[in-house]
């Protein structure tokens, strides 16, 4: 698969670059598109068990084929361990999209994601604040942020104050913390709230995957609230073209503090059910459906407005749900058949 993760405008500026959660799916692509642009890598990510181990290291074989790219196996709410790392000293900029993931998962194990989301966060803050050649920090927000808001698109400008999940309320206190950081110690700082990203490579426990997974072996699938959601499902390639801008181009800061966020998602938002019928189509199977009320944690829309993100960074999704579920169904059966 091609990774369109840059427009013929973006100029590499950096030298090396840390990406934490090298491993994981979006810090996977991100790495491996700055390799492909001639940009050395430093990856960092802990391998957690959240999802299967062998799926991460499935992409860290992948990356270590390319001379440019350097792994270090730690957590990074570990600070003392972070500084110590060989080479992560003299990187030019820091993408940061180690996270604990999931929103029900955040219900079951809460300390995780204040472990991982919250110390790490801070832990990277701190790394990036007194590096010696303060690098520009990209790090990874959510459209869950966004909590109970009704307004459809969510604007970056829209109110954050009524997070529906442990995992969203993390996020956003990461945002705050970065926008401290920005203030008190002029760091420039770009935030990126996701919007469901899919695609090859992705993340076990996504509906996407598991839906696929169910439908393959004849499995009903959980619809949750009777079908009545929508999301902005956003292919990982897009998603990819919008962090590497970020952190090559130069940033654009709103007055005196050099902190912007930015939502990055398709802009197209996709009922569930139509989503169903977009997989059943790739698998060329009819799915069972077992309709579920709302889980806690969930919210009933996403729609991204990404009108500031391509004012000033270029970013254009040019993925529809309809090209990117086929690719990753025909990448689910080579991945699954090669280890069968």
Sequence with gaps: MNTKYSSPDVSPKSETVLVTGAAGFIGYFVSLALLERGINVI???NLND???VALKQARLERLTTHDGFSFHCHDISDHVGLLALTGVRDVDVVIHLAAQAGVRYSLENPFAYAASNLIGHLSVLEFVRHAPKRPLLVYASSSSVYGANTKVPFSESDPVNSPVSLYAATKRADE???????RLYDMRQVGLRFFTVYGPWGRPDMAYWSFTEK???GEPIKVFNHGQLERDFTYVD?????????ALQPMRPIGDVPHRIYNIGNNTPVQLLRFIEILEQAIGKTAQMQFEPMQPGDVHSTYADISAITADYGFSPSTPLEIGIPIFVDWLR???GSRL
């Design 215 to 217: 439908i393959l072996a």
């Design 43 to 45: 990856g960092v990510d």
């Design 176 to 182: 705050l913390m970065s926008e401290s950081y920005a």
């Design 334 to 336: 080579a991945y699954k």
């Design 50 to 52: 959240y999802y299967p």
């Design 238 to 246: 897009d998603v990819v073209s919008g962090v590497v801008a970020a």
